[in-house]
């Protein structure tokens, strides 16, 4: 079974520049979530979808950021304008249904200069 | 601060046990999970334990729950310079499944 996948794996730029992040959850998982992971500590959520519904957006900096899932399969997270401070990893991870155990892609590296 | 809270570092000899431990905050959490992060790459899950469970053993992996002091603990036997990682503790909320993550404990496996 292919695992959940992301893409870039890396990305350098500048300050007030726009970026994009992909993520291709489990075949047939219908929760989608995904996390922050600033150097040194834990992931954390900023937004977690059913099917192409978002359950959770409460921790993300909607001023900047975004994300969609718009056929309930593949997300997108955009961060317009970047800060010094969005340098962090982003995972997205899937699991079956809600209350399910959670599995994480590699994240994309985020580095803003 | 964290909800959730580990030590940071944890040097082991190989071929010794380690032990990590988590403390969590929500006594209603239903699964607590243990995530491997190796460097550049995403979390692995490692294993889980139900909150009405005091210890689950996987292979080499124990984990051991204290509910009454919220403890966490998992225990790497024989441990091998391929668990050189860092360790997450997690806690599943019962009331919306939101997974709570530690800051990681560093885990380096000497020889």
């Known amino acids: 079974e292919a695992g959940v996948a992301q893409s870039p794996r890396y990305k350098i730029i500048e300050k007030r520049q726009s970026v994009a992040f992909w993520c291709n959850p489990i075949?047939?998982?219908?929760?989608l979530y995904w996390y922050q992971q600033i150097l040194g500590q834990g992931p954390k959520l900023l937004i977690q979808?059913?099917?192409?519904?978002?359950?959770?957006d409460s921790q993300l900096p909607k001023d900047r950021f975004s994300a969609e899932r718009l056929k309930g399969v593949d997300s997108t997270l955009k961060i317009q304008p970047a800060k010094l401070e969005d340098s962090a990893v982003y995972l997205c991870?899937?699991?079956?249904?809600?209350?399910?155990?959670?599995?994480f892609g590699p994240g994309t590296r985020l580095t803003v200069l | 601060g964290e909800d959730v809270e580990q030590s940071l570092f944890l040097s082991v000899r190989e071929g010794d046990s380690s032990v990590i431990n988590c403390t969590y905050t929500?006594?209603?959490?239903?699964?607590l999970y243990w995530y491997k992060q190796e460097p550049g790459a995403g979390l692995q899950l490692l294993t889980y334990i139900f909150s009405n469970m005091d210890m689950k053993q996987d292979q080499r992996l124990t984990v051991l729950l204290n509910k009454k002091d919220k403890h966490l603990s998992l225990r790497i036997a024989d441990t091998q310079t391929g668990d050189s990682a860092i360790y997450f503790c997690?806690?599943?909320?019962?009331?919306?499944?939101?997974?709570?993550f530690g800051a990681g404990t560093t885990v380096t496996v000497r020889a």
């Open positions: 997690a806690e599943g909320r019962s009331n919306d499944y939101k997974l709570s």
């Open positions: 075949s047939g998982h219908a929760t």
């Open positions: 979808f059913q099917n192409n519904g978002v359950v959770d």
């Open positions: 991870a899937s699991s079956i249904t809600g209350p399910n155990t959670q599995y």
């Open positions: 929500d006594s209603s959490s239903t699964y």
